[in-house]
Protein backbone atom coordinates (compact mmCIF):
# COMPACT_ATOMS: atom_id res chain seq x y z
CA UNK A 1 0.00 0.00 0.00
CA UNK A 2 0.90 3.43 -0.24
CA UNK A 3 3.81 4.84 1.71
CA UNK A 4 3.86 8.77 2.93
CA UNK A 5 6.49 10.44 4.12
CA UNK A 6 7.29 14.19 5.03
CA UNK A 7 11.04 14.61 4.43
CA UNK A 8 13.33 12.11 2.47
CA UNK A 9 14.25 8.74 3.81
CA UNK A 10 17.77 8.70 4.42
CA UNK A 11 20.04 7.61 1.64
CA UNK A 12 17.13 7.49 -0.76
CA UNK A 13 18.92 10.14 -3.20
CA UNK A 14 21.71 7.72 -3.34
CA UNK A 15 19.11 4.92 -4.17
CA UNK A 16 19.10 4.08 -8.33
CA UNK A 17 15.81 2.86 -9.66
CA UNK A 18 16.77 -0.73 -9.02
CA UNK A 19 17.33 -0.50 -5.64
CA UNK A 20 13.90 1.73 -4.66
CA UNK A 21 12.06 -1.53 -3.50
CA UNK A 22 14.99 -2.40 -1.39
CA UNK A 23 14.56 0.89 0.57
CA UNK A 24 10.64 1.72 -0.05
CA UNK A 25 9.63 -1.64 -0.31
CA UNK A 26 6.00 0.03 -1.75
CA UNK A 27 4.62 2.70 -3.89
CA UNK A 28 5.90 6.43 -1.60
CA UNK A 29 4.61 9.81 -1.96
CA UNK A 30 7.40 12.06 -0.30
CA UNK A 31 6.54 16.20 1.08
CA UNK A 32 9.22 18.53 0.77
CA UNK A 33 8.93 21.57 2.07
CA UNK A 34 9.83 24.59 0.13
CA UNK A 35 9.48 28.76 -0.22
CA UNK A 36 6.01 28.84 -1.61
CA UNK A 37 3.20 26.63 -1.47
CA UNK A 38 1.19 24.96 -2.79
CA UNK A 39 3.14 22.00 -4.00
CA UNK A 40 4.78 20.86 -7.54
CA UNK A 41 3.55 17.25 -8.10
CA UNK A 42 6.11 15.69 -9.43
CA UNK A 43 5.66 11.58 -10.44
CA UNK A 44 8.49 8.51 -11.69
CA UNK A 45 8.35 5.44 -11.98
CA UNK A 46 4.82 5.12 -13.37
CA UNK A 47 6.42 2.57 -15.62
CA UNK A 48 9.37 0.28 -13.78
CA UNK A 49 11.97 0.45 -16.90
CA UNK A 50 11.56 4.53 -17.37
CA UNK A 51 13.81 6.00 -15.21
CA UNK A 52 14.87 9.14 -16.34
CA UNK A 53 12.00 10.48 -13.78
CA UNK A 54 13.83 9.37 -10.79
CA UNK A 55 17.48 10.43 -12.67
CA UNK A 56 16.29 13.66 -13.49
CA UNK A 57 14.50 14.39 -9.66
CA UNK A 58 17.25 13.21 -7.60
CA UNK A 59 20.08 14.84 -9.82
CA UNK A 60 18.20 17.97 -9.24
CA UNK A 61 17.81 17.46 -5.49
CA UNK A 62 21.24 15.93 -4.98
CA UNK A 63 22.00 18.80 -6.56
CA UNK A 64 20.89 21.21 -4.37
CA UNK A 65 21.50 19.80 -1.34
CA UNK A 66 25.63 20.19 -2.42
CA UNK A 67 25.47 23.64 -3.40
CA UNK A 68 23.11 24.93 -0.23
CA UNK A 69 23.43 22.04 2.30
CA UNK A 70 20.09 21.73 2.45
CA UNK A 71 17.38 21.12 -0.42
CA UNK A 72 15.77 25.30 -0.14
CA UNK A 73 13.32 24.59 -2.99
CA UNK A 74 11.86 27.44 -4.17
CA UNK A 75 8.88 25.70 -3.88
CA UNK A 76 7.09 22.84 -2.15
CA UNK A 77 7.66 19.70 -4.18
CA UNK A 78 5.47 16.46 -3.88
CA UNK A 79 7.01 13.36 -4.87
CA UNK A 80 5.62 10.29 -6.18
CA UNK A 81 7.80 7.20 -6.92
CA UNK A 82 5.18 4.69 -8.87
CA UNK A 83 6.66 1.08 -9.87
CA UNK A 84 9.46 0.55 -7.30
CA UNK A 85 8.61 -3.15 -8.02
CA UNK A 86 8.58 -3.66 -11.53
CA UNK A 87 11.98 -0.97 -11.35
CA UNK A 88 13.57 -3.74 -9.27
CA UNK A 89 13.20 -5.85 -12.29
CA UNK A 90 14.22 -3.16 -15.02
CA UNK A 91 10.32 -3.64 -16.80
CA UNK A 92 7.43 -1.50 -17.22
CA UNK A 93 5.14 -3.63 -15.10
CA UNK A 94 5.06 -6.76 -13.21
CA UNK A 95 3.13 -10.02 -14.93
CA UNK A 96 -0.24 -9.79 -12.82
CA UNK A 97 0.11 -5.92 -12.16
CA UNK A 98 -1.76 -3.61 -14.36
CA UNK A 99 -0.22 -0.71 -15.92
CA UNK A 100 0.58 2.61 -12.96
CA UNK A 101 -0.77 4.83 -16.07
CA UNK A 102 -4.14 3.27 -16.09
CA UNK A 103 -5.29 3.08 -12.64
CA UNK A 104 -5.89 6.74 -11.47
CA UNK A 105 -9.28 7.78 -11.40
CA UNK A 106 -11.11 8.31 -14.37
CA UNK A 107 -9.78 4.50 -15.53
CA UNK A 108 -11.86 2.27 -17.71
CA UNK A 109 -9.70 -1.32 -16.20
CA UNK A 110 -11.10 -3.18 -13.85
CA UNK A 111 -10.85 -1.85 -10.35
CA UNK A 112 -7.72 -3.21 -8.77
CA UNK A 113 -5.59 -2.53 -5.20
CA UNK A 114 -3.69 -0.04 -7.71
CA UNK A 115 -6.95 1.88 -8.24
CA UNK A 116 -7.08 1.84 -4.18
CA UNK A 117 -3.59 3.42 -4.38
CA UNK A 118 -3.63 6.27 -7.17
CA UNK A 119 -7.35 7.57 -5.32
CA UNK A 120 -5.15 8.19 -2.42
CA UNK A 121 -2.78 10.03 -4.00
CA UNK A 122 -5.45 11.99 -5.41
CA UNK A 123 -7.04 12.36 -2.37
CA UNK A 124 -4.01 13.51 -0.66
CA UNK A 125 -3.25 16.08 -3.23
CA UNK A 126 -6.60 17.14 -3.20
CA UNK A 127 -6.37 18.51 0.42
CA UNK A 128 -2.93 19.69 0.57
CA UNK A 129 -3.45 21.62 -2.89
CA UNK A 130 -1.53 21.26 -5.55
CA UNK A 131 0.20 24.23 -8.22
CA UNK A 132 0.95 21.62 -10.91
CA UNK A 133 1.53 18.31 -11.86
CA UNK A 134 4.45 16.56 -14.00
CA UNK A 135 4.30 13.15 -14.95
CA UNK A 136 7.67 11.89 -16.36
CA UNK A 137 8.41 9.30 -18.86
CA UNK A 138 10.86 7.90 -21.25
CA UNK A 139 9.14 5.78 -24.79
CA UNK A 140 10.62 3.09 -27.24
CA UNK A 141 10.47 4.32 -30.49
CA UNK A 142 11.92 7.27 -32.37
CA UNK A 143 10.53 10.54 -31.25
CA UNK A 144 11.09 13.99 -30.41
CA UNK A 145 10.96 14.93 -26.69
CA UNK A 146 7.19 16.48 -27.01
CA UNK A 147 4.74 17.27 -24.03
CA UNK A 148 0.98 16.36 -23.95
CA UNK A 149 -2.24 17.78 -22.01
CA UNK A 150 -5.16 15.83 -21.76
CA UNK A 151 -7.22 19.59 -21.46
CA UNK A 152 -6.67 22.50 -24.03
CA UNK A 153 -6.74 25.09 -21.46
CA UNK A 154 -4.00 28.01 -21.41
CA UNK A 155 -2.24 27.15 -18.54
CA UNK A 156 -2.05 23.24 -19.22
CA UNK A 157 -0.34 24.38 -22.34
CA UNK A 158 2.12 26.85 -21.32
CA UNK A 159 3.21 23.95 -18.57
CA UNK A 160 3.51 21.76 -21.32
CA UNK A 161 5.98 24.38 -23.78
CA UNK A 162 7.99 25.25 -20.74
CA UNK A 163 9.19 21.16 -21.59
CA UNK A 164 9.01 21.46 -25.41
CA UNK A 165 6.78 23.25 -28.50
CA UNK A 166 5.69 19.82 -29.69
CA UNK A 167 2.93 19.33 -27.52
CA UNK A 168 0.14 16.20 -27.93
CA UNK A 169 -3.31 16.61 -26.85
CA UNK A 170 -5.08 13.16 -26.08
CA UNK A 171 -7.78 12.08 -23.85
CA UNK A 172 -7.43 8.51 -25.03
CA UNK A 173 -5.68 5.82 -23.16
CA UNK A 174 -8.21 6.85 -20.00
CA UNK A 175 -7.01 6.66 -16.24
CA UNK A 176 -3.58 8.01 -17.20
CA UNK A 177 -1.92 10.28 -14.01
CA UNK A 178 -2.09 13.90 -15.78
CA UNK A 179 -5.87 13.39 -16.65
CA UNK A 180 -6.60 12.63 -13.06
CA UNK A 181 -4.53 14.93 -12.03
CA UNK A 182 -6.21 17.58 -14.63
CA UNK A 183 -9.26 17.88 -11.87
CA UNK A 184 -6.28 19.49 -9.85
CA UNK A 185 -3.78 21.94 -11.34
CA UNK A 186 -2.72 22.27 -14.69
CA UNK A 187 -0.96 18.94 -15.52
CA UNK A 188 1.08 17.48 -18.59
CA UNK A 189 2.91 14.11 -19.37
CA UNK A 190 6.44 14.33 -20.59
CA UNK A 191 7.89 11.91 -23.02
CA UNK A 192 11.97 12.36 -22.80
CA UNK A 193 13.62 9.72 -25.29
CA UNK A 194 15.07 6.53 -24.56
CA UNK A 195 15.80 4.58 -21.52
CA UNK A 196 19.25 5.88 -20.34
CA UNK A 197 19.75 9.05 -22.34
CA UNK A 198 21.37 11.47 -20.52
CA UNK A 199 19.97 14.21 -22.57
CA UNK A 200 16.19 12.85 -21.77
CA UNK A 201 17.53 13.51 -18.13
CA UNK A 202 19.07 17.06 -18.37
CA UNK A 203 15.81 18.25 -20.71
CA UNK A 204 13.29 16.45 -17.39
CA UNK A 205 15.63 18.18 -14.91
CA UNK A 206 15.91 21.79 -16.65
CA UNK A 207 11.30 21.25 -16.40
CA UNK A 208 11.42 20.06 -13.01
CA UNK A 209 13.57 23.26 -11.84
CA UNK A 210 11.55 25.81 -14.48
CA UNK A 211 8.04 24.39 -12.65
CA UNK A 212 9.64 25.15 -9.18
CA UNK A 213 10.93 28.33 -9.96
CA UNK A 214 7.54 29.58 -11.67
CA UNK A 215 5.25 31.97 -9.06
CA UNK A 216 2.23 31.52 -11.31
CA UNK A 217 1.11 30.20 -14.30
CA UNK A 218 -0.53 32.13 -17.24
CA UNK A 219 -3.87 32.27 -18.81
CA UNK A 220 -3.18 34.18 -21.37
CA UNK A 221 -3.25 32.12 -24.97
CA UNK A 222 -0.30 31.01 -26.50
CA UNK A 223 0.91 32.58 -29.37
CA UNK A 224 0.55 29.94 -32.49
CA UNK A 225 4.17 30.56 -33.82
CA UNK A 226 5.56 29.19 -30.53
CA UNK A 227 3.54 25.55 -30.67
CA UNK A 228 3.09 22.66 -32.28
CA UNK A 229 -0.15 21.30 -31.27
CA UNK A 230 -1.17 17.34 -32.48
CA UNK A 231 -3.89 15.86 -31.30
CA UNK A 232 -4.10 11.81 -30.73
CA UNK A 233 -7.03 10.22 -32.64
CA UNK A 234 -5.90 6.50 -32.07
CA UNK A 235 -4.41 3.74 -30.85
CA UNK A 236 -3.05 1.23 -33.20
CA UNK A 237 -2.70 -2.81 -31.53
CA UNK A 238 -1.91 -5.66 -32.91
CA UNK A 239 -4.63 -8.47 -32.13
CA UNK A 240 -3.51 -10.96 -30.03
CA UNK A 241 -4.58 -13.61 -31.85
CA UNK A 242 -2.24 -11.85 -34.78
CA UNK A 243 1.46 -13.01 -35.34
CA UNK A 244 4.17 -10.24 -35.99
CA UNK A 245 7.41 -9.72 -37.21
CA UNK A 246 9.59 -7.14 -38.17
CA UNK A 247 10.45 -8.36 -41.95
CA UNK A 248 12.97 -10.30 -42.70
CA UNK A 249 11.19 -12.28 -40.36
CA UNK A 250 7.90 -13.73 -40.78
CA UNK A 251 4.32 -13.64 -39.36
CA UNK A 252 0.84 -13.03 -40.67
CA UNK A 253 1.97 -8.98 -40.37
CA UNK A 254 5.44 -7.95 -41.26
CA UNK A 255 6.18 -4.49 -40.66
CA UNK A 256 8.89 -2.62 -41.72
CA UNK A 257 12.38 -2.28 -39.52
CA UNK A 258 12.59 1.22 -40.49
CA UNK A 259 9.07 1.90 -38.61
CA UNK A 260 10.26 4.21 -36.06
CA UNK A 261 11.40 6.91 -38.47
CA UNK A 262 7.51 7.61 -39.05
CA UNK A 263 7.09 9.01 -36.05
CA UNK A 264 6.01 12.92 -35.88
CA UNK A 265 5.95 12.72 -39.81
CA UNK A 266 2.84 13.59 -41.65
CA UNK A 267 2.17 10.48 -43.74
CA UNK A 268 0.75 10.35 -47.40
CA UNK A 269 -2.36 8.15 -47.82
CA UNK A 270 -0.90 5.23 -49.46
CA UNK A 271 2.17 4.82 -47.16
CA UNK A 272 2.10 0.99 -46.05
CA UNK A 273 2.26 -0.32 -42.43
CA UNK A 274 2.50 -4.01 -42.91
CA UNK A 275 2.71 -6.64 -45.16
CA UNK A 276 0.12 -9.21 -44.71
CA UNK A 277 0.35 -13.45 -45.34
CA UNK A 278 -1.60 -14.38 -47.66
CA UNK A 279 -4.89 -15.83 -46.35
CA UNK A 280 -3.69 -14.35 -42.68
CA UNK A 281 -6.95 -11.98 -43.23
CA UNK A 282 -4.62 -10.23 -40.28
CA UNK A 283 -5.43 -6.30 -39.59
CA UNK A 284 -4.14 -3.41 -37.79
CA UNK A 285 -7.15 -3.22 -34.88
CA UNK A 286 -7.14 0.98 -34.39
CA UNK A 287 -9.13 2.46 -31.41
CA UNK A 288 -10.03 5.48 -31.30
CA UNK A 289 -11.40 8.10 -28.58
CA UNK A 290 -14.90 6.65 -27.80
CA UNK A 291 -12.67 2.94 -27.93
CA UNK A 292 -14.33 2.13 -31.13
CA UNK A 293 -12.30 -0.64 -33.66
CA UNK A 294 -12.04 2.22 -36.34
CA UNK A 295 -9.17 -0.20 -38.44
CA UNK A 296 -10.87 0.06 -41.82
CA UNK A 297 -11.09 4.23 -41.83
CA UNK A 298 -7.04 4.13 -41.35
CA UNK A 299 -6.14 1.42 -42.73
CA UNK A 300 -6.71 -0.87 -46.11
CA UNK A 301 -5.15 -4.03 -48.18
CA UNK A 302 -3.84 -2.90 -51.27
CA UNK A 303 -1.62 -5.63 -53.10
CA UNK A 304 -0.67 -7.25 -49.98
CA UNK A 305 -0.27 -4.47 -47.65
CA UNK A 306 -1.74 -2.77 -45.20
CA UNK A 307 -1.88 0.97 -46.05
CA UNK A 308 -3.43 4.58 -45.16
CA UNK A 309 -6.51 5.67 -46.44
CA UNK A 310 -5.56 9.10 -44.76
CA UNK A 311 -3.28 11.55 -44.12
CA UNK A 312 -2.05 11.02 -40.20
CA UNK A 313 1.17 11.48 -38.09
CA UNK A 314 1.88 8.32 -36.05
CA UNK A 315 3.69 9.05 -33.00
CA UNK A 316 5.52 6.23 -30.53
CA UNK A 317 5.86 3.33 -33.12
CA UNK A 318 7.83 1.51 -30.92
CA UNK A 319 9.78 -1.80 -32.44
CA UNK A 320 10.07 -3.45 -28.84
CA UNK A 321 7.55 -6.32 -29.23
CA UNK A 322 7.36 -6.51 -25.03
CA UNK A 323 5.69 -3.08 -25.35
CA UNK A 324 3.91 -3.76 -28.74
CA UNK A 325 2.26 -6.97 -26.54
CA UNK A 326 1.70 -5.07 -23.37
CA UNK A 327 0.46 -1.67 -24.84
CA UNK A 328 0.60 -0.96 -28.37
CA UNK A 329 2.41 -0.46 -32.32
CA UNK A 330 1.76 3.34 -31.53
CA UNK A 331 -0.90 6.17 -31.92
CA UNK A 332 -2.10 8.47 -35.12
CA UNK A 333 -2.64 11.88 -34.68
CA UNK A 334 -3.73 14.96 -36.63
CA UNK A 335 -2.49 18.42 -36.42
CA UNK A 336 -4.70 20.36 -34.16
CA UNK A 337 -3.01 24.06 -34.46
CA UNK A 338 -6.49 25.67 -35.40
CA UNK A 339 -8.10 24.65 -31.62
CA UNK A 340 -5.71 26.57 -30.05
CA UNK A 341 -7.91 28.29 -27.09
CA UNK A 342 -8.12 31.93 -27.52
CA UNK A 343 -5.39 32.51 -30.39
CA UNK A 344 -6.14 34.98 -33.10
ZN1 LIG B 1 5.73 5.46 -19.65
Not at 85 to 108: C, E, F, I
Not at 207 to 213: E, R, T
Not at 300 to 317: A, I, K, T, Y
Amino acid sequence: MLQEYDGLPEGLLETNSRHLADRLGAPSLIHLAGAREPALFVSVLMHGNETVGWDAIRGLLLERRARFGDLRLPRALSLFIGNVTAAASGVRRLPGQPDYNRVWPGSQLAPTIEHRLMRRVVEILSERRVFASLDLHNNTGLNPHYACVNRLDNRFLHLATLFSRTVVYFIRPAGVQSMAMAELCPSVTVECGKVGEQQGIEHAWRLIDAALHLTDIPEHPLPARDIDLFHTVAQVKIPEDVSFAFAPADGDLVLDPELERMNFRELARGTAFARVRTGSGAVLAVIDELGLDVGSRYFGLEGGELRLRQRVMPSMLTRDETVIRQDCLGYLMERYGEHLPGSA
